[in-house]
């Protein structure tokens, strides 16, 4: 399960687009969040993905991102060029393929590695999935894979992308979320050649208008109740914060459990629909354990921020960090376990923090909105220092100067964050005696 949101243009607050997501998985799976070079490539190379080897192209870009720690590919991230994708599980009535494929969480990878703007990465996903299928777990071994939507972003254009096997569609938007259901309908713009014809060959479609993608494809024996309420939500956030979204408005977004200032419903049944909001606290349907905001500049000639959460986004902090620096090891460390010091993981320390959080909800999130508050507003203090300090550096033609200044901010603000998440849990664990 997983929420994304898309802001663009004349719809954000300095006409500068704005993405963000939520990852959902299971609640237990850490997910760390890793940087990699750009690099070139040796002719005939090939590239190891999750589960098979398919040919390495001659350049790939800087790329980072939140990965679950057995997975290739990213949940979701950015590269260099300022694109951001995202992707979501859907259901097709087309059954997954049997044999192992790409997986949505490589797909966002290789678009963030091979593509310069948000058309070009979707382009590159569309090509890859026609050529190499997809298919094998993207959940854990022994289970089943699925069919993925994609929301892709860079400074000047967004686009929503569906697929179904090796079959997709897309079209650009300006405003926009998704959800864990297929919604395209017949607005779509570019497609699979097939698309339509395999619709009406499969007997899934047959009317004279142009192909309505969602009722063409979407499976109809998969609950989308869960999924509708979500994006019913989060079409209703975007559309209230037209014209004003900001990076500020994504992160409540991500926070957001259904109403302002609503507690996380984890004490309803899982029949009940009000059990499921953005901000996910819903086993074994699917748990928020890593987030991402993203403010994508057309001038990126100094280092530029993107805003990750580990774990619930409603428990932690949203942290600044830059492609150009080199991200602290404790944001790209973590396993199948905590490591013998869990202060060697951000990942495992905020799962912490948000265990201790869950029998006190009531108790527990005042507390914890009111304590990062204070380190939010010191860290973004200190954020508009460095980085007038790093431009001007950029500017001189001292970029290594300049990564060095954000990579020590990130060092400095990261082991802060972490201290204070411990001294949280410590705290909250004494609610309990």
Known sequence: MCDSLVAAGTNTADGTTVFAKNSDRHAGECQPFVQLPAAFHPRGAQVRCTHVSIPQVAETYR???????????????????????????????EPVEEVPGLIGMDLVRLGLERGRDAREALEVIAALIEQHGQGG??????????????????????????TTGRRWAAREVDLASQSNHMALGPNWSIGSRDLESFARLEGWWSGRARLDVAAAYRNPNVPGVISEGRLARSSDLLEAGRGKHDVAGMMAALRDHGRPGALPPTDRPPEDLARYSLCMHAE???????????????????????WISFGSPCTGIFLPVYLDGVLPPALATGGEHPPERIEDSAWWVFHA?????????????????????????????????????????????????????????????????????????????????
């Open 353 to 433: 923090l948000g265990r201790a959080a869950e029998p006190r909800y009531g108790r527990a999130l005042p507390l914890l909105r009111a304590r990062w508050a204070e380190i939010e507003d010191a860290i973004e203090g200190d954020r508009a220092l460095v980085e007038r300090e790093a431009r001007a550096l950029a500017v001189a033609g001292e970029p290594v100067e300049a990564a060095g200044l954000v990579s020590d901010f990130m060092t400095r603000a990261v082991a802060r964050v972490i201290e204070r998440a411990l001294e949280l849990t410590e705290e909250l664990g004494r609610f309990r005696r």
């Open 63 to 93: 790329v980072m991102g939140h990965s679950p720690w057995w997975v290739w590919g990213f949940e979701h991230g950015v590269n260099e060029h300022g694109v951001a994708i995202g992707n979501q599980t859907v259901f097709s009535r």
């Open 137 to 162: 777990s993207g959940f854990g071994p022994g289970e089943a894979g699925y069919h993925n939507s994609f929301t892709l972003a860079d400074p000047e254009q967004a686009w929503v992308m569906e």
């Open 284 to 306: 074994p349907v699917g748990t928020t354990t890593a987030s991402l905001v993203a403010r994508l500049p057309v001038d990126r000639t100094a280092p530029w921020p993107v």
